[in-house]
């Protein structure tokens, strides 16, 4: 499966944005995972949904502000973020792995991923 990342731009603190992953096949057989590498820092987990949507993962610092939900007939998955905070400022990527009952964090798991799409919040 290929991914294609899109939606990102820029926001000022406290603003909001959904960013979107689209998969060239059938994504809904996949988990998918948001991941996001800011410049000088390691990329790390934000966020995951697992391959039927009953199951999501979030990372500590994004928990009640972010939001990933999917949409498999769309081949989509979107990660809505609100209450931005400067330190959100990344390069976003989505990516996926297999199926799973519950979605997992790391990296490692992940085999497919997307070109990732620039976030930038402004303070």
């Known amino acids: 499966v290929q991914l294609q990342a899109s939606g990102g731009g820029v926001v000022q603190a406290g603003g909001s944005l959904s960013v979107s992953c689209v998969g060239s096949?059938?994504?809904?057989?996949?988990?998918v995972g948001w991941f996001r590498q800011a410049p000088g820092k390691e990329r790390e987990f934000v966020a995951a949904i697992n391959w039927n949507g009953f199951s999501t993962l979030y990372q500590d610092s994004v928990k009640g502000r972010f939001r990933i939900s999917r949409d498999s007939a769309m081949n989509t998955v979107w990660l809505q973020m609100s209450s931005l905070k400067p330190e959100d400022t990344a390069v976003y990527y989505c990516a996926a792995g297999p199926s799973s009952l519950s979605p997992t964090s790391g990296m490692s798991s992940y085999h497919a991923w997307g070109q990732g799409t620039q976030v930038t919040v402004s303070s």
């Open positions: 096949a059938r994504i809904g057989n996949y988990d």
